[in-house]
């Protein structure tokens, strides 16, 4: 294809049919409270490797839940716990990360 | 003295004889597998410190002081303390002063395990010495000193609270019946040596009570019966020893010159852990001093029960009470015997595997570095101080009105210090950590690092290797700064009382010079249970599993501590006790720093006044 400069996008929508939920189901099962969580962005808001890393436990939430890769944000996590006090749905977030980082496999 | 059978033997010593045999195996077995267990640097030191004189001596000292006569428990608890001590050291004594009596008087029967023991069964006194008397009187008068423990031991079983402990441990079915086996065999003692008193003699308590037994049970066959009661208890005893929680008596002796020779737990259950974990006696200390005790729930995740599992092999229950846990060092600052309950549990956590294990080694600092200015003081808040910034304000306030000159390392954000990575066990990442960090503060130039943060102190100090450079907590900072004369605060009226948090009170022993500080700038009041012994607030990182709904009890449980001391106001050093009391307290709490502003701000003012 020649080059114009400027590119589409690639598309981002999500087809469930064809997702692989095995790492968010097993999360679920290991993890019930993560099912309450509703995007509120306070996990992010207090994260202190989000300044240099992105990471944010929110969108780590999301973005299992729409099967995509979480490895570079788990990746990132130390561990400080920040985010589990501040959530307003009382979810262990720190432990919700040890356990993801036990049951993950690389590709 | 002379003998009473030519062959020096009867068949009741047997049951003792097959105890004693077995327990003496056993110990032995478990000695070499220990030492197999321990990695080959800590053996031979251990097996140095064996033979260095200074440490023998420091061994037998320490084994004398705390086996035999439990002065660390008499400083806690006296009622606890007799209790013990009358029981081990008169057992002591009992065993000495048989050894001595068969030495005396049949010094070829030494040889035998059990002539000692049984002394009074096999002789028969046929002159009154007074050297017989004395040692007759002091056998005596060490009975009668383990019988009072005995009683105190079985009022203690009824009614713990008399001896000030709300709860004690529930037994398992092997050490209640080591337990019970124990407290027969003194009165079973006192019974055999009763009923052979006019053939061997005895003293103030064997001879009268033999003048009631002969009364009515005239007959010398009565005799033997007892003296196999007295025997089995004895074989019993020592047969479910190593089941039950009395294996603390060997294990103890052995976990002394283990400590003294330098050695830590490497691993969370073989080697030093092991004899750490079977030195427990089950006391149950721990589950007063333990802060998750307040709901009833949790009470069999104290160290106590982890120590039990942990004998018991199971798995799944020791993962659970691994990962409950605060870490706030409590029990191990309450402890008799120096169980390390929290480096248990990390070792444990450490020794998980993960499909995923942050990398932060290839991590590019650069960009976080503190801006390079010729400032020679650098100020780390730690990541906690960005939940509540008022910290970071005042003590920068501060700073500014001292006029140093400084840096804000993590301003803008930064690195975690490790410390939490540490308590969860993952030792390598928290390790990368520490290395990122050096890099940054070193190569910022600076000489010192202030910390607000408590948790950052504790791995900043003992952790981080920092040349040139120097470490110092903000409480001792900011007192130096009063000494200088740079500042002069106002003394407030009001009192507060200081709690010392978990990671720089146990965690470093960093407990006077807050109080200092404190002292220096406003009324100062102390807690029922301070210092080593002040109450976790529940805000603890420590813990992976407690959620922060269950943890409300515990911060109740630890402000009723505080407020018990009368003071108007709580004082803490530390964010996230901040955090946690702020939710729930009725009085004020303030970080050091905040009343220290305050105190500046008054002077301020007043300044003003006497300008205008």
């Not at chain 2, 260095?52 to 606890?80: A, E, G, Q, Y």
Request: with cysteine; net charge positive; aromatic share 10%.
């Amino acid at each position: 294809m020649p080059d114009f400069g400027f590119s589409l996008s690639k598309s981002s929508s999500v087809s469930l049919d064809s997702l692989d939920l095995g790492l968010y189901g097993e999360l679920e099962r290991l993890e019930p409270g993560v099912k309450t969580c509703m995007a509120c962005g306070s996990c992010s808001a207090a994260c202190t490797a989000s300044v240099w890393s992105g990471m944010s436990v929110r969108k780590l939430i999301l973005n299992l839940q729409r099967g995509k890769d979480v490895e570079k944000m788990l990746g990132s996590c130390m561990l400080c716990g920040k985010c589990s006090m501040v959530c307003p749905r009382g979810i262990n977030t720190r432990h919700l990360i040890l356990s993801l980082c036990r049951i993950y496999k690389k590709q | 003295m002379k003998e009473r059978f030519a062959s020096g033997f009867d068949p009741f010593v047997l049951p003792f004889l097959l105890g004693m045999i077995f327990v003496l195996g056993y110990c032995a077995y478990g000695i070499v597998r220990i030492l197999l267990q321990l990695p080959r640097k800590d053996r031979r030191r251990f097996l140095l410190s064996l033979i260095t004189p200074h440490i023998i001596l420091k061994n037998v000292w320490d084994i004398f002081c705390n086996c035999l006569l439990h002065v660390k428990l008499w400083k806690r608890n006296k009622m606890l303390g007799f209790m013990h001590s009358s029981i081990a050291f008169g057992w002591f004594m009992l065993i000495l002063l048989g050894h001595i009596e068969v030495m005396a008087y049949c010094p070829d029967r030494i040889r035998f395990f059990y002539y000692p023991i049984f002394f009074n069964y096999f002789v028969a006194e046929n002159e009154s010495t007074i050297g017989g008397a004395v040692l007759f009187f002091l056998m005596d008068f060490f009975l009668l000193m383990i019988l009072t423990g005995i009683v105190l031991a079985v009022v203690k079983r009824v009614r713990s609270r008399i001896f000030g402990m709300r709860r004690t441990t529930r037994l398992s079915l092997m050490d209640n019946i080591g337990l019970y086996s124990l407290w027969a065999i003194f009165p079973l003692r006192l019974l055999a040596e009763s009923f052979t008193a006019h053939i061997s003699g005895g003293s103030f308590l064997t001879i009268p009570a033999n003048w009631v037994f002969r009364q009515f049970l005239g007959n010398d066959l009565n005799m033997l019966p007892t003296w196999w009661a007295y025997s089995i208890a004895l074989g019993v005893f020592m047969c479910v020893l190593p089941f039950t929680r009395y294996m603390h008596i060997p294990a103890e002796m052995m976990l002394i010159p283990m400590r003294n020779a330098g050695l830590r737990i490497r691993h969370p259950r073989k080697g030093f852990a092991r004899i750490e974990v079977l030195s427990c006696p089950g006391c149950g200390v721990c589950i007063d001093a333990c802060p998750m005790s307040v709901k009833k729930a949790n009470i069999k995740d104290c160290t106590v029960y982890l120590n039990r599992q942990i004998r018991r092999g199971n798995e799944k229950r020791i993962e659970e009470i691994s990962d409950k846990c605060l870490l706030c060092g409590k029990c191990e600052a309450v402890c008799q015997v120096g169980v390390e309950g929290p480096l248990l549990r990390m070792e444990q956590r450490a020794m998980r595997k993960y499909g995923l294990s942050q990398d932060f080694s290839g991590l590019d600092v650069s960009l976080l570095a503190p801006a390079a200015s010729g400032a020679k003081v650098l100020y780390f808040s730690g990541c906690m101080t960005r939940l509540t910034p008022s910290i970071g304000k005042s003590v920068t306030s501060v700073l500014h009105k001292a006029g140093v000159g400084f840096r804000w390392m993590d301003e803008e954000g930064g690195l975690c210090c490790g410390r939490p990575l540490q308590t969860a066990g993952r030792y390598e990442q928290a390790a990368q950590l520490i290395r990122k960090n050096e890099e940054l503060i070193l190569g910022s130039g600076a000489d010192t690092l202030v910390l607000s943060c408590p948790i950052c102190y504790k791995i900043f100090s003992q952790d981080y290797k920092l040349p040139g450079v120097r470490v110092v907590n903000y409480a001792t900072y900011f007192s130096e700064l009063i000494a200088s004369g740079r500042l002069n605060p106002v003394k407030s009226d009001i009192c507060y009382v200081y709690h010392d948090p978990c990671e720089s009170g146990r965690g470093c022993g960093y407990y006077d010079e807050p109080r200092k500080l404190l002292g220096a700038i406003a009324g100062i009041a102390e807690a029922p249970m301070s210092r080593s012994e002040s109450v976790c607030c529940g805000g603890s990182l420590g813990s992976l599993t407690l959620e922060f709904a269950q943890r409300e009890a515990m911060t109740r449980k630890s402000l009723e501590n505080l407020y018990a001391s009368r003071a108007d106001a709580v004082a803490t050093a530390c964010p996230l006790c901040l955090a946690t009391f702020s939710r729930y307290s009725e009085r004020p709490v303030r970080d050091l720093s905040e009343i220290l502003d305050l105190a500046l701000k008054s002077e301020k003012a007043s300044d003003r006044t006497v300008r205008g």
